[in-house]
Protein backbone atom coordinates (compact mmCIF):
# COMPACT_ATOMS: atom_id res chain seq x y z
CA UNK A 1 0.00 0.00 0.00
CA UNK A 2 1.40 3.22 -0.74
CA UNK A 3 2.23 6.07 1.92
CA UNK A 4 -0.66 7.91 0.71
CA UNK A 5 -3.42 6.14 0.91
CA UNK A 6 -1.84 4.38 4.18
CA UNK A 7 -2.50 7.90 5.27
CA UNK A 8 -6.18 8.24 4.23
CA UNK A 9 -7.03 5.09 5.56
CA UNK A 10 -5.55 6.40 9.27
CA UNK A 11 -7.54 9.52 8.75
CA UNK A 12 -10.95 7.78 7.86
CA UNK A 13 -10.78 5.17 10.62
CA UNK A 14 -9.74 8.32 13.13
CA UNK A 15 -12.80 10.41 11.64
CA UNK A 16 -14.83 7.17 12.20
CA UNK A 17 -13.84 6.67 15.72
CA UNK A 18 -14.52 10.40 16.65
CA UNK A 19 -18.00 10.35 14.56
CA UNK A 20 -19.07 7.01 16.48
CA UNK A 21 -17.95 8.87 19.72
CA UNK A 22 -19.35 11.72 19.46
CA UNK A 23 -22.91 9.77 18.34
CA UNK A 24 -22.87 8.14 21.68
CA UNK A 25 -21.84 10.61 23.93
CA UNK A 26 -24.05 12.10 26.68
CA UNK A 27 -25.55 15.26 26.43
CA UNK A 28 -28.03 16.92 28.96
CA UNK A 29 -30.94 15.16 27.73
CA UNK A 30 -30.59 12.06 29.35
CA UNK A 31 -33.10 9.05 28.34
CA UNK A 32 -35.01 7.58 31.33
CA UNK A 33 -33.10 4.02 30.77
CA UNK A 34 -29.92 6.36 32.12
CA UNK A 35 -32.00 7.09 35.59
CA UNK A 36 -31.25 5.17 38.37
CA UNK A 37 -33.89 5.10 40.80
CA UNK A 38 -33.69 6.58 44.28
CA UNK A 39 -34.71 7.87 47.42
CA UNK A 40 -33.49 11.11 48.99
CA UNK A 41 -32.50 10.86 52.50
CA UNK A 42 -31.00 14.48 53.24
CA UNK A 43 -30.07 17.34 51.25
CA UNK A 44 -27.43 19.48 52.19
CA UNK A 45 -27.36 22.83 50.27
CA UNK A 46 -24.67 24.34 51.98
CA UNK A 47 -22.45 21.13 51.53
CA UNK A 48 -23.49 21.28 48.12
CA UNK A 49 -24.64 17.55 48.46
CA UNK A 50 -26.89 14.69 48.66
CA UNK A 51 -27.71 11.66 50.90
CA UNK A 52 -29.38 9.15 48.16
CA UNK A 53 -30.72 5.59 49.01
CA UNK A 54 -30.06 4.14 45.43
CA UNK A 55 -30.11 1.00 43.51
CA UNK A 56 -27.73 -0.36 41.41
CA UNK A 57 -25.46 2.28 39.43
CA UNK A 58 -24.18 0.45 36.49
CA UNK A 59 -22.55 3.04 34.45
CA UNK A 60 -19.99 3.90 37.58
CA UNK A 61 -19.96 -0.16 38.89
CA UNK A 62 -21.81 0.64 42.11
CA UNK A 63 -23.98 -1.74 43.91
CA UNK A 64 -27.12 -0.57 45.88
CA UNK A 65 -26.65 1.54 48.82
CA UNK A 66 -27.13 4.42 50.59
CA UNK A 67 -24.21 7.36 49.73
CA UNK A 68 -23.65 10.66 50.02
CA UNK A 69 -23.31 12.43 46.25
CA UNK A 70 -22.03 16.18 45.11
CA UNK A 71 -23.97 17.83 42.92
CA UNK A 72 -22.74 19.17 39.49
CA UNK A 73 -25.20 22.10 39.95
CA UNK A 74 -26.33 23.20 43.04
CA UNK A 75 -29.59 24.33 41.33
CA UNK A 76 -30.33 20.76 41.28
CA UNK A 77 -30.72 20.29 45.21
CA UNK A 78 -33.87 23.07 44.76
CA UNK A 79 -35.66 19.95 42.87
CA UNK A 80 -35.85 17.59 45.44
CA UNK A 81 -36.65 17.35 49.49
CA UNK A 82 -35.98 14.66 51.62
CA UNK A 83 -38.28 11.27 51.48
CA UNK A 84 -38.82 12.47 47.66
CA UNK A 85 -38.67 9.36 45.51
CA UNK A 86 -36.35 10.42 42.51
CA UNK A 87 -34.16 9.01 39.27
CA UNK A 88 -31.02 10.51 39.30
CA UNK A 89 -27.84 9.61 37.02
CA UNK A 90 -24.41 9.70 38.20
CA UNK A 91 -21.02 10.54 36.62
CA UNK A 92 -17.14 10.38 37.59
CA UNK A 93 -16.11 14.08 37.93
CA UNK A 94 -12.43 14.29 39.09
CA UNK A 95 -12.66 11.07 40.30
CA UNK A 96 -15.89 11.07 42.72
CA UNK A 97 -19.69 9.84 41.80
CA UNK A 98 -21.38 13.47 41.39
CA UNK A 99 -25.08 13.59 40.69
CA UNK A 100 -25.63 15.63 36.91
CA UNK A 101 -29.63 14.93 36.40
CA UNK A 102 -32.35 14.71 39.24
CA UNK A 103 -35.87 14.55 38.96
CA UNK A 104 -38.93 13.55 41.34
CA UNK A 105 -39.96 10.13 40.20
CA UNK A 106 -43.70 9.70 38.94
Known amino acids: ?3 GAKTLAVAALCLSSFSFAQ ?3 HTSSHPTTD ?9 DTKARNITLRHAEIRNVQMPAMTMVFGVKDAALLDKVKAGDKVKFRVETIGGA ?4 VIEVAN
Open 35 to 43: LVEGVVEMV
Open 97 to 100: PTVT
Open 1 to 3: MAS
Open 23 to 25: TNS
